[in-house]
């Protein structure tokens, strides 16, 4: 498991992207359940999460972040990264971000990309 924090911060709300192999949608849960060990993680507004499986094909969550899911998903599938689950998460800063937020998934994941693989 690979954490990368305190990457982007607007009006308050502040991200970080995490992720490591998977290999089923029973390992995405246990990676889940491994990042939300940290207090940090767990207290977290969202933790929306991809992964491409070469026998499920693309499973994700928005956890709360609607489209979040969608945008890592299709990341994933520009690069051909398959059995590798990325989590971007967000504490909301009490500020609405609106399209921005997806810009910030966006950018999240490429760091995580570029840094990580």
């Known amino acids: 498991m690979q954490i990368f924090d305190g990457i982007i911060s607007d009006r308050g709300s502040k991200y970080a992207v995490s992720g490591g192999p998977c290999g089923s949608p029973d390992e995405a849960k246990a990676f889940l359940k491994t990042l939300c060990r940290k207090k940090k993680f767990l207290k977290a507004t969202h933790n ?7 026998d499920d094909g693309p499973v994700k ?19 051909g990264v398959k059995n590798h689950i990325v989590v971007v998460t967000r504490w909301y800063g ?24």
Do not use: C, P
Not at 102 to 115: E, G, I, K, M, N
């Open 94 to 117: 009490g500020k609405h971000l609106g399209g921005d937020r997806f810009r910030h998934v966006q950018t999240a994941v490429r760091h995580y990309l570029d840094t990580a693989l």
């Open 61 to 79: 969550n928005d956890d709360g972040e609607s489209g979040a899911g969608m945008v890592i998903v299709r990341m994933l599938e520009r690069e």
């Open 48 to 54: 929306s999460w991809a992964v491409l499986l070469d």
